[in-house]
């Protein structure tokens, strides 16, 4: 090619990246939205909405944990879970219990009145999620934000981990999204509040690898206490807590280890990590530790930064694309 060949397809590639729209891989940082809307302190308005919430209902924590994991699993932290759709991802099987997205709504209300088109639908999830941790008394830990919301969200992407995986399978996933056993276990300790479904481990407590008894890694009386709530012939899918400890169930403490390590996991992933060579210490660690918070927050951040290389936009409605003008 001639050096004038050259010199034009360079400024064509420059004149491309110049009008594609913008990256959802946007630069993330602390305190990103000070100064975007006046005066007004965003983090705070989306606070005053979370603790109102939670304030009626407790359980928000567990749906704003899920929701952020499921969420960030898939193209990055992008909100692609939030949009509505006959094939968008909040169709596809494990997202149908995902639950808070009116919550997830009011704040954008909040936020759009006083300051509108600035705040991204994914990062008021990653927002909220971090205070509702806090007000469970998980500690708080400082986000970074400007992220954009993404263009993409089909059911037939969402590729998250199921509950009878191996711990080998989930590390697997997990390192797919540059995260590590450890910061795995610190976040399967998002399990320390929230519910699950009988259908999800009903075969540990009847039939477990079809050999017609329960599996061997609970404890007897756990399955005894489980089996009237999750009975074998029910037509409901009940629900039980994920941390079976009754004064700590909707906490956000390191309670869930020390369940594990009594065999009183609830769902198989859960119970495996306690014997899994790659993370039975860290789950013992873990059980007695007194800086669970902070690593759990940490391991929250790590979560919080997986990024779509998809461009992106900032929503007006967090359900669905803006409309070109
Ligand atoms: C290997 C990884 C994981 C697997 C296999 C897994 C699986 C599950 C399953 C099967 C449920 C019950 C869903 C239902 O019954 O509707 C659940 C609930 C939950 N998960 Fe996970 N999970 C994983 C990782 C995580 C992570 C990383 C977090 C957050 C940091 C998280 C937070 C939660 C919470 C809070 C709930 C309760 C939700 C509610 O109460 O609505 N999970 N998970």
Same mark, same amino acid.
């Given at each position: 090619?001639?050096?004038?060949?050259?010199?034009?397809?360079?400024?064509?590639?420059?004149?491309?990246?110049?009008?594609?729209?913008?990256?959802?891989?946007?630069?993330?940082?602390?305190?990103?939205?000070?100064?975007?809307?006046?005066?007004?302190?965003?983090?705070?308005?989306?606070?005053?909405?979370?603790?109102?919430?939670?304030?009626?209902?407790?359980?928000?924590?567990?749906?704003?944990?899920?929701?952020?994991?499921?969420?960030?699993?898939?193209?990055?932290?992008?909100?692609?879970?939030?949009?509505?759709?006959?094939?968008?991802?909040?169709?596809?099987?494990?997202?149908?219990?995902?639950?808070?997205?009116?919550?997830?709504?009011?704040?954008?209300?909040?936020?759009?009145?006083?300051?509108?088109?600035?705040?991204?639908?994914?990062?008021?999830?990653?927002?909220?999620?971090?205070?509702?941790?806090?007000?469970?008394?998980?500690?708080?830990?400082?986000?970074?934000?400007?992220?954009?919301?993404? *263009?993409?969200? +089909? =059911? $037939?992407?969402?590729? !998250?981990?199921?509950?009878?995986?191996?711990? %080998?399978?989930?590390? &697997?996933?997990?390192?797919?999204?540059?995260?590590?056993?450890?910061?795995?276990?610190?976040?399967?300790?998002?399990?320390?509040?929230?519910?699950?479904?009988?259908?999800?481990?009903?075969?540990?407590?009847?039939?477990?690898?079809?050999?017609?008894?329960?599996?061997?890694?609970?404890?007897?009386?756990?399955?005894?206490?489980?089996?009237?709530?999750?009975?074998?012939?029910?037509?409901?899918?009940?629900?039980?807590?994920?941390?079976?400890?009754?004064?700590?169930?909707?906490?956000?403490?390191?309670?869930?280890? *020390?369940?594990? +390590? =009594? $065999?009183?996991?609830? !769902?198989?992933?859960?119970?495996?990590?306690? %014997?899994?060579?790659? &993370?039975?210490?860290?789950?013992?660690?873990?059980?007695?530790?007194?800086?669970?918070?902070?690593?759990?927050?940490?391991?929250?951040?790590?979560?919080?930064?997986?990024?779509?290389?998809?461009?992106?936009?900032?929503?007006?409605?967090?359900?669905?694309?803006?409309?070109?003008?």
């Amino acid at each position: 090619m001639s050096s004038g060949g050259r010199l034009a397809l360079a400024l064509s590639v420059v004149v491309l990246l110049a009008f594609t729209a913008p990256c959802s891989a946007a630069t993330l940082q602390a305190g990103f939205y000070k100064g975007k809307c006046g005066l007004v302190d965003v983090e705070s308005v989306v606070a005053t909405v979370v603790a109102a919430q939670f304030a009626r209902d407790r359980s928000i924590v567990a749906a704003l944990l899920r929701m952020q994991f499921h969420d960030c699993f898939v193209n990055g932290c992008d909100a692609s879970i939030l949009l509505d759709g006959s094939s968008s991802e909040k169709t596809a099987g494990p997202n149908l219990s995902v639950r808070g997205y009116d919550l997830i709504d009011a704040v954008k209300a909040a936020v759009e009145a006083i300051c509108p088109g600035v705040v991204s639908c994914a990062d008021i999830i990653v927002m909220a999620t971090r205070d509702a941790v806090a007000l469970a008394k998980g500690g708080r830990y400082g986000v970074q934000t400007g992220r954009l919301d993404g *263009k993409v969200s +089909l =059911a $037939r992407n969402v590729n !998250l981990p199921g509950p009878s995986i191996t711990v %080998s399978q989930a590390a &697997s996933a997990f390192a797919q999204k540059g995260l590590t056993i450890s910061d795995m276990v610190l976040l399967l300790g998002g399990h320390t509040v929230g519910i699950a479904h009988c259908s999800l481990f009903q075969d540990r407590l009847y039939d477990f690898n079809g050999l017609g008894k329960p599996d061997p890694t609970m404890d007897p009386k756990l399955v005894a206490a489980l089996r009237p709530r999750c009975p074998q012939s029910a037509t409901l899918d009940n629900t039980v807590d994920l941390d079976q400890n009754p004064t700590s169930a909707l906490v956000v403490d390191s309670s869930y280890y *020390k369940q594990v +390590l =009594a $065999r009183r996991g609830v !769902l198989q992933i859960d119970q495996e990590l306690a %014997s899994d060579r790659r &993370s039975k210490s860290l789950v013992a660690t873990l059980a007695n530790a007194t800086d669970f918070s902070a690593r759990f927050g940490r391991a929250m951040v790590k979560l919080g930064a997986l990024q779509s290389r998809l461009p992106g936009e900032i929503r007006r409605s967090c359900r669905a694309l803006n409309k070109r003008r």
